[in-house]
């Protein structure tokens, strides 16, 4: 048993971030396994998304199916099963997405194989496997010590690990195979139906004002309407500011908004917990505004500003207006 194997994941034609943020966990892990990273990816046209595992996987296998266009889980299934009882690796990541949430337990119960999900850290010694996960919504940290296993499968948090790299793990062309699979009878993929964007992409911007609890209410959105016109920005929120209605849900960053990577983040009145943290910190250059010097956004922030937000706000908008 050695080596990791990552799952990778596309959608709509593109092979999606969090499968780079899973070769960049693998390679960190790979010297303490002793083996090297390969990374599988099943796909109508695999050959079209796999420059961008080339350089950051040792090895590739290439899967192709013209039902792969989209996640098939009963045509992953068996290839992977396969691909596992050849190689045995010592890991396997994947996403902790839909499609990995979906595909993950099913390949451990198939496969009879330890399981951990949602990881936002993972380290390996003795042997065996321990990971962190974010508990009480972000609050605190377990530290999971799994026991020795030949092979575990790990889910890892959107935003949690860094891509690597392109040439960070040179990859061999011996260890490079496109495999096209028989035709067999499976669940067919009918369409794919993307979240509706009500009126803005935030996923488009290059600068967000991003907004928080801390704003207080809907009164005092449009003060950062402004600053966020004077700059040119699109305005965004953290969850409790969707909820309550004070910005469309289309609006909202984190793990059940938007995956946002503008150059400039603004963070006014966020507190910065985990979840909306994976929807941003990846951003260019994050700024926070915060009246309590221990948010856990500063941890993430290029720069801070412990104040309170409304002396901040109309200060800023002045200066750019400018
Ligand atoms: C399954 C799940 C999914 C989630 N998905 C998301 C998600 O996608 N996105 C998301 O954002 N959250 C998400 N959350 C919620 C998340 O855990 C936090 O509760 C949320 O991000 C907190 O939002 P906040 O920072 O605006 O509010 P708070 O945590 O209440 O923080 C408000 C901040 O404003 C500061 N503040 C208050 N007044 C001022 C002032 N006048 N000036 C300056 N600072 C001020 C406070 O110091 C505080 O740090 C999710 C939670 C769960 C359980």
Redesign the pocket.
Known sequence: MSGVLVIAEHRQGALREATLECLGAALSLAPSLGGQVTAALLADDPQSLAGELQGRAHGLKLYAHPELAAYNPELYLPVLADIIAASQPSLILMPHSSQGMDLAPALAGRLGLPLVTDCAGLSWSDGALSVQRNVY??KAVLDLALKPAATVVATLQAGAFQAPPAGAAPTASDRTALTELAPRHARRFLEYLAGVVEDVDIAEADILVSV???I?GPDNVPQAQALAEALGATLSC????ADAGWLPKSR??????KTVRPKIYLA??????F??QA?MNNSGTIIA????PR?P?FQVAHYGIV????EVLPKLTELFKG
């Open positions: 919504g972000g928080g609890r801390g207080g953290s969850r409790p500011v909202q960053v984190g793990t059940s908004g006014l009145g966020i507190s910065g917990a979840q909306h929807g505004v915060n009246s309590d948010a956004i104040a309170d937000m409304f």
